[in-house]
């Protein structure tokens, strides 16, 4: 639905006009004089103007005039009588969409108004897809899939069986894991493996906005909502028309955000910040949190319809320390990110093992930072354990203090689990130079691969 200005000091035309307006179902507001008109358009946002060229006053260009300068997406058709005709090719030449001379009938104004109502869905449109732009332009990564997301390990393999299977649908998506671990990665591989992979991904950091900001930025505004409202603003919603919209650390929305994306989900509608306008847009919504939220509705901090509105399907992204056999390969593909044109950085077998043993607070976040910054200290092709910070390098520490009871097993386990995965690393996981390396027998590795659950990857035995 479009909201329409009619101006003419003919109150019959006037009325006539918005008769027909009316029952095309749209808004429409009119005016008999271009004072009243001006100021309307000082306070309103509208998307198609008709206005007379000759008023009391102010003239029709004076109106095409304000308009282009306070909304300059509104589409203006001009009235003129007949034998006027050079006016309104001097209003054409100023930024009206068209004209109409009087005398006319309903016919063919009926015609007029259609085009012309065209020519603002358009417009419309162009302001969508310029938004989307923006949005893409201002993302470093354009293009995802599962490559982006790293992982041999079973858990891994079990995130992508589960994108594999959503992705194809339109179900809401919530994507659950600590900080770092690579929840938007899952997200934008839902997209990407998606029927909506042509259309937009628009991101929104839910945490990163105060409330009244966030709402702009969601929903949009119009000209004049709040201070500093100085134009109307596309919000994230219809910049992702068409495609995937993914709100991250959702868990952070307030309860009257929570109100209007719980309205959007069930109705597909909203309205910008300041406006009257209900807005219906084509976006499937994937969101992400670090919080545990069924805590949050315990608290009254969200709400459940809410919940269950986002998490149709759920997806844990696991932490780096419950997924150590990707660490080697992680390590890989940051070394190639970081090392810089032209050269090739490698890892010693006593800086993958503490690697592998460290329990990444931080996550893959925090190990492409290490990486990262070995690549810039360390000065041959190798990174070493000086390279490392102090934090990794202290995490075996020839004398550790017990500061109680350990299950002695599992420690030994997981040792051995840390050796056998270095010395895999180290030979590029020929078996038979692994096996030499940690001094055991081809079978005696292959008992405990099978043991601690490492994978075979690519079965080389020499």
Same mark, same amino acid.
């Given at each position: 639905m479009a909201?329409?200005?009619?101006?003419?000091?003919?109150q019959s035309t006037a009325d006539g006009l918005a008769e027909i307006i009316s029952r095309m179902d749209h808004e429409v507001k009119t005016y008999y004089d271009s004072a009243p008109a001006l100021s309307a358009l000082d306070q309103l946002q509208f998307d198609l103007i008709v206005t007379d060229l000759r008023l009391p006053g102010a003239s029709g260009l004076d109106i095409l005039s304000h308009a282009m300068d306070r909304n300059p997406d509104a589409v203006v058709m001009v009235i003129t009588a007949y034998g006027s005709i050079e006016k309104a090719v001097e209003a054409m030449r100023k930024g009206a969409f068209d004209f109409i001379a009087k005398p006319f009938t309903y016919a063919?104004?009926? &015609? +007029? *108004?259609?085009k012309a109502l065209a020519q603002v869905t358009v417009k !419309?449109?162009?302001?969508?897809?310029?938004?989307s732009l923006d949005s893409l332009q201002a993302d470093e990564t354009?293009?995802?899939n599962f490559n982006e997301i790293i992982g041999r390990s079973a858990t891994m393999q079990r995130v992508f069986d589960t994108i594999r299977k959503v992705a194809a649908s339109d179900a809401s998506v919530l994507v659950l894991g600590e900080s770092g671990t690579g929840k938007e990665l899952v997200a934008r591989a839902i997209h990407a493996n998606s029927p909506r992979k042509t259309g937009p991904f628009v991101r929104a950091h839910c945490a990163a906005y105060a409330e009244g900001v966030l709402e702009s930025e969601l929903f949009g505004h119009e000209r004049g909502s709040f201070t500093g409202a100085v134009a109307r603003k596309i919000g994230r919603f219809e910049?992702?028309?068409?495609?995937?919209?993914?709100?991250?650390?959702?868990?952070?929305?307030s309860h009257?955000?929570? &109100? +209007? *994306?719980?309205?959007?989900?069930?109705?597909?509608?909203?309205? !910008?910040?300041?406006?009257?306008?209900?807005i219906e847009v084509d976006v499937r919504i994937l969101s992400a949190t670090n919080q545990d939220l069924k805590e949050g509705i315990a608290?009254?901090?969200?709400?459940?319809?809410?919940?269950y509105r986002l998490n149709v399907i759920s997806i844990l992204m696991p932490p780096l320390r419950e997924r150590p056999d990707d660490i080697p390969l992680l390590v890989e593909h940051f070394l190639h990110q970081f090392a810089g044109r032209g050269q090739k950085k490698r890892i010693s077998a006593e800086a993958m093992l503490l690697l592998t043993s460290y329990h990444w607070p931080g996550n893959i976040r925090e190990l492409q930072n290490v990486i990262e910054r070995a690549c810039v200290l360390a000065q041959s092709d190798e990174i070493r354990v000086e390279n490392l910070p102090h934090d990794l390098t202290g995490v075996t520490p020839s004398a550790p203090r017990l500061a109680g009871p350990v299950d002695f097993d599992a420690e030994i386990e997981k040792f051995e689990r840390t050796l056998i995965l270095g010395a895999l690393y180290?030979?590029?996981?020929?078996?038979?130079?692994?096996?030499?390396?940690?001094g055991i027998d081809r079978n005696r590795l292959r008992y405990k691969m099978e043991r601690y659950g490492i994978e075979d990857v690519g079965g080389k035995e020499a």
């Open positions: 909201r329409v200005m009619v101006v003419d000091d003919h063919e104004m009926k &015609v +007029k *108004l259609e !419309r449109e162009m302001v969508r897809i310029q938004a354009r293009r995802y910049q992702a028309h068409g495609g995937t919209l993914f709100l991250d650390e959702i868990g952070d929305i009257n955000i929570q &109100v +209007k *994306l719980l309205r959007f989900l069930q109705e597909k509608e909203f309205e !910008r910040v300041g406006g009257n306008q209900t608290r009254k901090d969200f709400r459940e319809d809410l919940y180290e030979t590029n996981y020929v078996k038979a130079r692994a096996a030499g390396l940690l």
